[in-house]
């Protein structure tokens, strides 16, 4: 079997269409065609059927393809992990994570990279778990780190645990749940809740103690995959905030929120994992990004705290009797 027609085979099963998939392999669309036409003749089976809307694989097309992306992924693997031997370089690299080490971790993350390696470039994808898995698995990205226990147990990812992150409820100063002491969920929920994508577990669990009815998911008054768009919505609103507790310290400290505490809620947190392809070898660099993930001191360690309150952007000091800058 001639490789290249496997990689064929491969590009017109994403594709679903043989412009699309020609275009994919730098072919021509009648060339795709004899090619797929040459495989299936030297398979001895029809490997697709041609729809008036989309080309799917038969049966015997699904147990050829799924040996055939094997080879091309392996074939891949081989070539880029030659080149990297050869050179033996860093390289760049490019990883996802989710909201919430966006929040968290990712600051001193990046910035203890450039410090150490100022001439690698990286690239950064922020969100969520199911949208990094798609990036994952088309090679976009190397790796991706985020809250692992939705991610289905796939044999072809491998889930490496990193760390917990505790979360909480939290609102602003001045709040009428502020100063109100232990608090229902229900009580709470009933000024809305701003939220990451919540676990399924962690759904079912909110949704006991609010009496919901079997299989409802808790209505959440924001759900967005930034966490400092939600943080600023609830100190200028009621709406309670969801989030990690690393992601608000300042507000915390300052006294701009308030941590709530509710009645029956079990500990909350994020179980964070980095993500990858089982059987493709980290770059240099990746392996460089995984390990200084590894190596960052846990949520709640003071030094942890220091090291991102010196990563936070401050504003320029005013002189002494020099007038505020104007607004324009």
Request: net charge positive; aromatic share 6%; proline share 9%.
């Amino acid at each position: 079997m001639d490789f290249r027609r496997l990689t064929h085979l491969v590009a017109l099963a994403d594709k679903r269409n043989f412009a699309r998939a020609a275009e994919q392999v730098n072919l021509t669309q009648p060339a795709l065609t004899r090619s797929v036409q040459a495989a299936e003749a030297e398979f001895g089976m029809r490997l697709f059927d041609r729809g008036t809307v989309a080309v799917k694989p038969t049966p015997a097309g699904e147990f050829v393809l799924e040996r055939a992306r094997r080879l091309v992924f392996d074939s891949r693997c081989l070539t880029r992990d030659v080149g990297l031997y050869r050179e033996r370089a860093l390289g760049d690299t490019a990883f996802g994570v989710g909201p919430f080490p966006a929040a968290t971790f990712l600051a001193p993350l990046l910035a203890g990279l450039r410090r150490e390696h100022p001439g690698v470039n990286l690239r950064v994808e922020v969100s969520n778990w199911e949208l990094l898995l798609k990036r994952l698995v088309d090679e976009d990205i190397e790796f991706f780190v985020s809250d692992s226990r939705d991610i289905p147990r796939d044999p072809g990812l491998r889930i490496e645990h990193l760390r917990k992150e505790p979360g909480s409820f939290f609102v602003r100063a001045g709040h009428p749940l502020a100063s109100a002491g232990p608090v229902e969920l229900r009580e709470a929920w009933s000024y809305g809740v701003a939220s990451v994508r919540v676990p399924k577990g962690v759904r079912a669990g909110l949704a006991r103690l609010l009496r919901l009815e079997p299989g409802s998911p808790p209505p959440l008054a924001i759900e967005c995959d930034d966490v400092e768009i939600l943080r600023n919505v609830a100190l200028a609103s009621d709406t309670v905030l969801a989030a990690p507790n690393a992601a608000v310290e300042r507000e915390i400290a300052s006294g701009a929120l308030v941590a709530l505490a509710v009645e029956g809620l079990e500990p909350l947190f994020s179980e964070m994992g980095i993500v990858s392809l089982r059987g493709r070898t980290p770059s240099p660099m990746a392996s460089a990004v995984i390990a200084r993930l590894h190596a960052l001191p846990p949520t709640g360690d003071p030094a942890a705290s220091r090291r991102r309150a010196d990563l936070a952007p401050t504003a320029p000091r005013r002189r002494k009797g020099a007038s505020p800058p104007r607004r324009h």
